[in-house]
């Protein structure tokens, strides 16, 4: 496992080519994302022609064959050059998504789906989380009910990320009604298919940050999926979706950190620059002392997260060290972009400093895709042994 500060040549080359290509996207234009609300298009189409979508993915299929680790390594860097969440969660979904189709999926299913999902040609959408449900996943209401030809999905998603120019969905549903399951998390099914807006209306959130890349709510009215979008066996869902929730977390808790550092250098530039009582703000401890104790959250947190992608690399179980990344990673980025705006005084408080975006976008990953008090709850009876809470 390589830690960021001790990188092969590889993992350094694919850092220095991510940082090529974002510093062709300055401040302004992500600001301007930000204002307008605009997708960054071509953003997104620099990293797919880097063929940085498919870091993770087998070479069969079009991808670099790499590990989480490289997948890490580019998502912090995305942040890190001042995209933040705005540029991350463009890619984010393309990057790791489409894990339980690439586990679980037949030869066909892969074939036809995974090239074009790594090529950029093909955006898809992730849809679990319900308005009534929240993180209680064996709550889902949405059914898929059998037909002649397949299932019919009826039902409401919410926070489904990137649906208003999505091709596919990925989209889970109750098969067998929660009552008639041995265990509330069997009976969900898990779905690839075509995004039809004739039958899916996606309704996007007004939402405090990350205006560019939008969240919506889902109605799904009468979807048809052919028997052949189903993605492994029926009823066992929940199972393959796991494969993709350690992942995840590993890539909020380096976003998370990127966009930390991010904050911290332009805090530690205005710090440098801004002179008050004839003297430069950054030779005062009450400025000096927060940033270098964001610097030590942020580094600690990153070499766990770092630690948790070298596991899972290994095939070896690191549920707890992805949480706890997570947590780590998301608190400690949110605190250093939080002390960033502090240290800018009043002008932290303009648009045209870039670090209140920053706080903006930071407080998104405290929330998603898994709360802190969940991965607080799973710390406490998957490492300590204590009794569920809830």
Same mark, same amino acid.
């Given at each position: 496992m390589h830690s960021i500060g001790e990188m092969t040549e590889d993992q350094l080359?694919?850092?220095? #080519?991510?940082?090529?290509?974002?510093s062709q996207f300055g401040e302004d234009y992500w600001a301007? &994302?930000?204002e307008t609300g605009d997708w960054p298009e071509e953003f997104c189409n620099a990293m797919?022609? +880097?063929?940085?979508?498919?870091?993770a993915f087998p070479e069969e299929y079009g991808g670099a064959g790499l590990g989480l680790t490289?997948?890490?390594l580019v998502m912090q860097t995305v942040t890190r050059s001042g995209a933040g969440y705005s540029g991350a969660s463009a890619i984010h979904l393309n990057i790791f998504g489409p894990k339980p189709l690439e586990k679980f999926g037949t030869p066909?299913?892969?074939q036809e789906n995974l090239p074009r999902i790594i090529s950029g040609e093909e955006k898809m959408c992730f849809a679990v989380t319900e308005?009534?449900? +929240?993180?209680? &996943?064996s709550s889902l209401e949405t059914k898929a009910e059998r037909t002649n030809t397949g299932y019919t999905i009826n039902g409401r998603k919410i926070w489904t990320t990137g649906a208003q120019r999505a091709d596919k969905i990925l989209i889970i549903a109750r098969t067998t009604p929660k009552d008639q399951a041995s265990k509330p998390y069997l009976g969900l099914s898990l779905f690839y298919t075509d995004f039809d807006r004739g039958k899916i209306d996606a309704k996007p959130i007004p939402k405090m940050g990350r205006k560019a890349v939008e969240c919506n709510m889902l109605y799904l009215d009468g979807l048809e999926v052919p028997k052949e979008h189903l993605i492994g066996e029926e009823g066992q869902g929940f199972k393959y979706l796991l494969q993709g929730l350690n992942p995840e977390r590993v890539l909020f808790a380096v976003e998370s950190v990127g966009l930390g550092f991010a904050a911290l250098e332009r805090a530690t530039t205005y710090a440098k620059e801004r002179v008050v009582f004839g003297r430069p703000i950054g030779q005062n401890q009450g400025i000096q002392h927060p940033l270098a104790q964001r610097w030590a959250e942020l580094k600690a947190a990153e070499l766990l997260a770092y630690k948790a992608a070298g596991l899972y690399d290994q095939g070896v179980d690191c549920g707890a060290e992805a949480n #706890?990344?997570?947590?780590? +990673? &998301?608190e400690a980025g949110f605190k250093a972009c939080e002390t960033a705006v502090l240290s800018h005084g009043g002008m932290g408080y #303009?648009?045209?400093y870039h670090v209140e975006r920053y706080m903006r976008e930071a407080m998104l990953a405290r929330i998603a895709p898994v709360s802190r008090e969940m991965i607080l709850n799973f710390i406490a009876e998957r490492v300590l042994g204590l009794p569920k809470s809830y």
């Open positions: 080359a694919i850092k220095d #080519a991510v940082e090529k290509t974002c301007k &994302t930000d797919a022609e +880097g063929g940085w979508l498919g870091v490289e997948a890490a066909e299913q892969k308005p009534n449900s +929240g993180l209680d &996943t #706890a990344a997570k947590l780590l +990673g &998301t #303009a648009k045209e």
